[in-house]
């Protein structure tokens, strides 16, 4: 791993929740609706870029067309 820089940092649960407001037990790590943390001690932590991807991923699906809307919803 020589060379290599580190890209993303550990969130603990107060720090994503402040960046997706959700309760932690709606971390929807069960589901694999978000990404599951690390464990860390008796801490969870969350790797930033994980949570940045998911949020990314959250913000296309809100802004693209629901394909199950009727033809006059998705204009």
Not at 18 to 45: C, E, H, M, Y
């Amino acid at each position: 791993m020589t060379g290599s820089a580190i890209t993303c940092t550990l969130l603990s649960t107060s720090d994503v929740q402040k960046i997706a407001p959700v309760s932690s037990g709606t971390l929807w790590v069960r589901d694999g609706k978000f990404p599951g943390p690390i464990q860390v001690a008796k801490n969870n932590l969350w790797r930033s870029d994980e949570v940045g991807a998911w949020m990314d991923e959250m913000s296309l699906r809100r802004t693209a067309p629901n394909p199950k809307a009727p033809a006059q919803e998705r204009r």
